[in-house]
């Protein structure tokens, strides 16, 4: 569970109704089921017409993904694995390697190295990582493009709503009382857009691209290192080349190869 997206769905919705109150907002306003219905639904149905069905219906995985860190093996793990593999490889040769693959828990890991072992062309690995990568890249981007596209589309509905809103307040004029009530409705719809938009949608899209980040960062890791593995590196090179891969904070105590 990734705890600072939980942190900031609850202070975003604390801050709302704790705000309301310090301001003598009734609570009740909120509830407003035509202002629901123009947001909530009214995104939904944004979100249909700007995408296909197919990326439509990964809506609620994408929220979970916000909730969910990816599991992704540590950067100093990596590193360490990386050595290891190079000096059985420099020991026994590249083909050594064959009964660690099975021991690799990511595809991506195991499939650039399969291919090593099968002997295949440095220049097809590359070729073949970096489109596996550039696809994946892809797909993360469009996930994220649902959420922050839903993240634009609802404030303008709350516009749309509080705008409903008034005309039904207009249509009161006779009644100050339900006039007042009816105005004081209208907004509602807006603080639902505007909360919709700026403390869930907007946030989810941005961290799931911190999350892409985050697994890209590491994939190029991955290359780098099979690239050093098939071109015969010594492991102090390939601790010299992953090492740009792990922030300088947490670089000390990494040296594993101990100068062979």
């Avoid at 540590?74 to 590249?94: C, H, V």
Wanted: glycine share 8%.
């Amino acid at each position: 569970m990734e705890i600072s997206t939980v942190i900031g769905v609850v202070l975003g919705a604390s801050s709302l109704f704790v705000g309301m109150i310090l301001k003598g907002a009734p609570i009740s306003a909120l509830n407003n089921p035509a202002a629901f219905l123009i947001i909530i639904v009214g995104t939904i149905a944004c979100i249909f017409t700007a995408f296909p069905l197919e990326n439509v219906k990964k809506w609620p995985i994408l929220v979970k993904k916000a909730f969910f860190k990816p599991q992704l093996q540590p950067r100093d793990e990596l590193l360490t694995l990386f050595i290891d593999l190079s000096q059985i490889a420099r020991r026994e040769g590249i083909l050594a390697l064959e009964g660690k693959v099975q021991d690799i828990q990511d595809p991506f890991f195991r499939s650039g190295l399969g291919m090593v072992i099968d002997g295949m062309d440095p220049e097809f690995v590359s070729d073949v990582l970096d489109a596996e990568l550039t696809v994946m890249q892809s797909r993360h981007m469009l996930g994220k493009n649902v959420l922050q596209q839903a993240g634009t589309y609802a404030p303008t509905l709350g516009v749309l709503g509080a705008v409903v809103g008034l005309i039904a307040a207009l249509a009161s004029m006779d009644d100050i009382g339900k006039l007042g009530h009816a105005i004081a409705s209208a907004f509602v719809a807006t603080i639902l857009g505007i909360y919709t938009a700026y403390c869930i949608w907007l946030p989810m899209a941005n961290k799931l691209k911190v999350f892409s980040d985050m697994e890209i960062n590491q994939k190029r890791m991955i290359i780098e290192g099979i690239l050093s593995l098939q071109a015969g590196d010594s492991p102090t090179a390939i601790e010299a080349k992953l090492m740009v891969f792990i922030p300088q904070s947490e670089r000390a105590g990494l040296k594993t190869s101990g100068g062979e």
